[in-house]
C-alpha cells in the first residue's frame, strides 16, 4: 500500500517537499515513481529511483527543479520539487514496481492514491 502526502498550495518559485509511504518489508526491493496528472491532460511519468536509492530519471520539464530520495529504513520515497511553476500544479502518484524502468513510458504496477500540488502564478 501507497501512501502519499505533502501536496498543498504554493506560490511560484516556492518548494514543496512530498512524502510516500510504503507498507511491507521489501521496500528496497522496489524502484518508486512519480507521476501526475493536471486536469484534463494525461497522466504524466514525473521521475523514477531505483530500490538502492541510485541511479534515479526525470522527465526533462522537473530536470534541476525536483529531486528524489528514498529512506528504506522508513519505507518512504520523497520528491523534493523546487522552483515550483504553475504548470506544476497536477495531482502527484506515487507507484512502485520491482523494475526501475528510465523512461517516461515507464508502466508500473502498483499505485497508490494522489495528492494535490497547486502553483499559484
Known amino acids: 500500500q501507497l501512501q502519499a502526502s505533502g501536496g498543498g498550495l504554493v506560490q511560484a518559485g516556492g518548494s514543496l517537499r512530498l512524502s510516500c509511504a510504503a507498507s511491507?518489508?521489501?521496500?528496497?526491493?522496489?524502484?518508486m515513481y512519480w507521476f501526475r496528472q493536471a486536469p484534463g491532460k494525461e497522466r504524466e511519468f514525473v521521475g523514477t529511483?531505483?530500490?538502492?536509492?541510485?541511479?534515479?530519471f526525470y522527465t526533462d520539464s522537473v530536470k534541476g527543479r525536483f529531486a528524489l530520495s528514498r529512506d528504506n529504513g522508513k519505507n518512504t520515497v520523497y520528491l523534493q520539487m523546487n522552483n515550483l511553476k504553475p504548470e506544476d500544479t497536477a495531482v502527484y502518484y506515487c507507484?512502485?514496481?520491482?523494475?526501475?524502468?528510465?523512461?517516461?513510458?515507464?508502466?508500473?504496477?502498483?499505485w497508490g492514491r494522489g495528492t494535490q500540488v497547486t502553483v499559484s502564478s
Open positions: 529511483i531505483a530500490g538502492r536509492g541510485f541511479p534515479t
Open positions: 507507484a512502485a514496481d520491482v523494475g526501475y524502468y528510465a523512461t517516461t513510458r515507464a508502466r508500473v504496477n502498483f
Open positions: 511491507g518489508d521489501t521496500f528496497s526491493w522496489y524502484a
